[in-house]
């Protein structure tokens, strides 16, 4: 629970900044029974958090970080690379555009990860996973970090 999270360490806690982001875990594919990342082409797969209710949840989600003070700055969902199990490719892009439309209602900026992360796909992730391997991390935390410290 975000709000619960947010409290942990008292409730005099003060956030400077929130780098943010959902997306990946919402777009994937479940079975019918619930199978984590089901086949996207099966006819009883549906996406875990499907477009209309990613947008409902993710302004609500915003809310509640709004509510913190902090300078909150959205980090946009990495690409699916091909073959990747359980998602399709283009999803994230398709989840970028509803998200690029509650960041600009709530005036928070994006912090593209997507573009760095399909353009250096091979370099960065891992084959058919949406996770990056070590150089990959270590690539996207410094530019993360170096977004963070502008805001500080």
């Known amino acids: 629970n975000l709000k619960e999270w947010l409290k942990t360490g008292g409730a005099d806690k003060k956030w400077d900044v929130i780098h943010f982001n959902w997306g990946l875990h919402d777009l994937k594919y479940m079975g019918p029974n619930g199978e984590n990342l089901a086949d996207p082409e099966a006819p ?7 477009p209309a209710e990613y947008e409902k949840n993710l302004n609500e989600l915003v809310e509640t970080l709004k509510a913190t003070g902090a300078k909150l700055i959205w ?3 990495t690409p699916v ?14 989840y970028n555009e509803i998200a690029a439309k509650v960041m600009k209602k709530h005036s928070i900026p994006t912090h593209d990860l997507f573009t760095v992360s399909k353009e250096r796909m091979e370099e960065l992730m891992r084959p058919a996973n949406v996770h990056f391997h070590g150089e990959g991390n270590k690539v996207l935390a410094k530019l993360v970090a170096d977004r963070i410290a502008e805001e500080l």
């Open 75 to 77: 980090r946009n969902t």
């Open 44 to 50: 009883d797969s549906k996406q875990q958090v499907p």
């Open 81 to 94: 690379p091909p073959g990747c199990k359980g998602r399709m490719v283009g999803d994230s892009a398709k």
